[in-house]
C-alpha cells in the first residue's frame, strides 16, 4: 500500500510554499502506508506532465495532492474538482488562462474518492483545526486536482485521490492574515493519509494481484 | 531585574484560555529578567485586586498582561488601555456593565510604557505574526490593563506595563477562525519580554537601590 | 422572450430574505424581455417541484434563480451547481441532509449556461459591487440551482439558466457582516437579466417556431 | 442650534471619498438644527487649520466629523480620539508618521461627548447598520477626531463633537470589501445628528446668550 503526496512550489513572489515545505516533513511510512512525495510546479502548461510522471514512477493506491491557500485559517480537504481554469495572479509561467476548460470535453467535475468527511472528523479528533471544502479555486491547484481525478477515472489507474489546501505558514508582517504551524500541516495530512488507507485493500486490488 | 506576567482563567464557556496555557510555560528566567507568573480571573470584581496583589508579592520591573482574543490571527500588542468597560457576554460572576468607567474620574486612556514597536519588530524577526493594536475591547482585557497602567502612574510603583493580546489555540472545529500554535504564543511572550528589558536598570531604578 | 425569476422565502428563523423582497420589486419588462417571478420554498423536499411548476408555467427562455448568501458583500454570480447536499443548519421543514446527492446518478456538476463573466461586467459597469463565484454552498440555493440545470439539460426545456447570490440586506446590529441596499440588489438582478439576453432569440428558438 | 458637519477629500489615490460624497448631500436642516458642512484636506498638516477655521466660521452647537473607513461594513459612532499619529499609507502630502504625538503633552485621549449609544441605538431604529467603534485608527481621521475633542475641551469652545466612520461606497471590482449605499450613509449621519440635539439647549447655552 503505497501513498504520493505532492506540493507546490511557491508561487506568486513568495519563498516559501506551506504545501511542500510540509510533504518534505513527512515521514516514509504513515501506518501500513509507504509514503512517496513530488514537487510540482505552479505551471498550468507543466504541472500536468509533473503529476502524471510521479504517478507512473510511484503507482499508487493514494495520491494527495497539497496546496496552499493564504487566505485560509484551517486545513481544507476539497470536495470538488472543477473543468474551469482562470487565473488573477500570473501563474509561474507567466500564464493567465481566462474561463478555459482543464479538459476540452472533460465531466464538469470531478468528486474527491479519498473519504473526505472521515478526513476531517480525524483532523479535528487530533485537535488541528480543518472543514471541507466545496472549492480549490480556479487557480493551479484546481488544474492539478482535475487532472488528478481525471486520471483517477481512467481504466488504468487504480487510486483514491483528493486534494488538501493548508493556510500559509506563519509571515511575520502578514497583519491579521490566517496561518498554521508547520508542525500541524504536516501532522494533518500524515492524518489525511491515515484517514484514506481504511478499507483500501479489499476494495482497490490491482488487476492482476490477487492470485 | 522581575518580570511579572499574567495570564487569564477561561471564558465564555470555553475549557482553555490560551493566555494562561502559554504564560504557565513560561521559564522562571527570560535572558536576565526573572519571570514570575499570576492567573487572574475573567472578573470585573475581582480581576482588580488579583492584580495588585500580584504586583505586591513580586515588585516587578516590567508587568505584562496576556489576554485571548480568538478573532485575531496576530499576536497583538495593546498600545492604549482606555477608561471605559462594556460587556456583550458576561464575565466569569455574570457581570455585564453598560459603559460604565475603569477608574472613575480617571483619565480617559493610559499608554502603554513597554517599547510596544520594539516589540513587534523582535517578534517578526523571530517570524512571528504580530501587530501593534490600538484597542484592547472594553471587556475584563481592557479593565485589567487600565488598572494596571492605573497603578504604574501612581508614586509608588515603578514598572513599564504593557499589554498583549494572543490567538485562541487552535480549535478543531472553528472553520476558518483564526488560531496560533501553543508553542509560538509562548516563544512570543519571552520575545515581548526580552524586547521590554534594554535600558531598564538605568531609568527603572527603585528609590534607595542608587546608592 | 421570457425570464422567470425565483426567490426565496425566509429562513434559519430571518424574517426578510433579500432575495425574495429583490424579486418582488423587478418590473414586468427588462429590455425585451418579459419577466415572471416565483417564490421558492427553503426546503429540499419541496422547492424542486415548486420550481419544475414555475418553469411548466412560465415556458421562459431564461430562468434565473436567486438565493441570499449572508456572509457575501457582493453580488456573485454563481458558476457551478454540484451533485451534493449537506445542511449545517435546518432548512424550513427541519431536514438536514448529511452529503447525499441532489439527483442519484446525476453528474457531480452543471456549469451555468446563462453568460456568467458578461454578467458580472455588466453589473461592474452599472457601479456594482460584483464577482463571479465556484460555489453555491451545499444548502437549498445548490439543490435548486443543481435541479435548474439538470432541466436545462433535458430534452423538453429551452431554456438558459443560472444562479445569483445576493448579499442581505442591511440588518441594523449585525455589526460589521456586509449588506447590500434593497434597490441595488434589484437592479443588479435586471443588469443580470439584460446580460443573459443578447443571442437568444436566433440560438434558443423552440421547436415549432422556426417556420 | 447649528451643526458643523465635515468630510475628507478622497485618498490614497482614489476618486472618491464617501465621507464628502455623504456630507454633501445633508439637507440644509436636520430637525431643529441648522447644518453647515466643510471639506477637509487629508493631511495631517492642513486638516487641523482647515476644521479650526470652519469651526470659527459657524460657531457651531455641535460638530460631527465624518471619515472613510473602507474595510468596514457598518456606520461606526467612535468612541475615543487617541493622541497619536502613525500612518502606513502617505496622507495626501506624502507624510507618514511615526509614531508621533498628535498635540504634544495633550492628555493620552479624549472621549466622544456626542451621545454616542443613544446615536447607535437611533440609527438601529432606522434599520442601518451601525455600531460603536474603539479605534478611529491613527491615520488623519483620528488625527483631527484628537483635535476636534482637544478644541471642545479648551475654554473658549461649547460644543459636543463626536466622529462618525462610514464605510466605503459600492466599488464594483472590490470583490468581497464590505460597502454601503451613499443614501445610507447621508441619511446615517442625519440620525446621528438627530440624535446628538436633544438637551442641548438647555446644557450647551453659550456665555452671554441666556439674557
Known amino acids: 500500500m503505497k501513498a504520493l503526496v505532492t506540493g507546490f512550489e511557491p508561487f506568486s ?8 515545505e510540509a510533504v518534505r516533513r513527512l515521514p516514509s511510512r504513515v501506518g501500513g502506508l509507504e509514503v512517496v512525495t513530488a514537487e510540482l510546479p505552479t505551471s498550468y502548461a507543466r504541472a500536468r ?8 514512477r510511484a503507482n499508487p493506491d493514494i495520491v494527495l495532492c497539497v496546496g496552499q491557500a493564504g487566505e485560509r485559517a484551517a486545513l481544507c480537504v476539497e470536495r470538488i474538482a472543477v473543468n474551469l481554469q482562470h487565473a488573477e ?4 509561467d507567466g500564464a493567465l488562462p481566462v474561463d478555459t476548460p482543464v479538459v476540452a ?24 483545526q ?28 487504480r487510486f483514491r485521490g483528493g486534494f488538501l489546501h493548508v493556510p500559509a505558514l506563519p509571515r511575520p508582517q502578514a497583519g491579521n ?25 479489499t476494495r482497490n486490488q490491482r488487476p492482476g494481484t490477487r492470485d
Chains 1, 2, 3, 4 share one sequence.
Open 105 to 128: 470535453g472533460g465531466p464538469a467535475a470531478y468528486l474527491a474518492t479519498l473519504p473526505v468527511r472521515p478526513a476531517v472528523a480525524a483532523l479535528h479528533e487530533a485537535g488541528l
Open 177 to 201: 492574515a490566517p496561518s498554521m504551524a508547520l508542525e500541524d500541516i504536516a501532522r494533518g495530512i500524515e492524518i489525511v493519509l491515515g484517514a484514506a488507507a481504511p478499507g483500501l485493500e
Open 13 to 20: 513572489g513568495e519563498r516559501v510554499n506551506a504545501s511542500i
Open 89 to 92: 495572479i500570473p501563474d509561474n
Open 130 to 157: 480543518a472543514q471541507l471544502s466545496m472549492s480549490a479555486g480556479t487557480f493551479v491547484c484546481n488544474h492539478v486536482f482535475y487532472h488528478l481525478m481525471h486520471f483517477a477515472a481512467m481504466e488504468r489507474y
Open 49 to 56: 506532465a509533473a503529476l502524471e510522471a510521479a504517478i507512473a
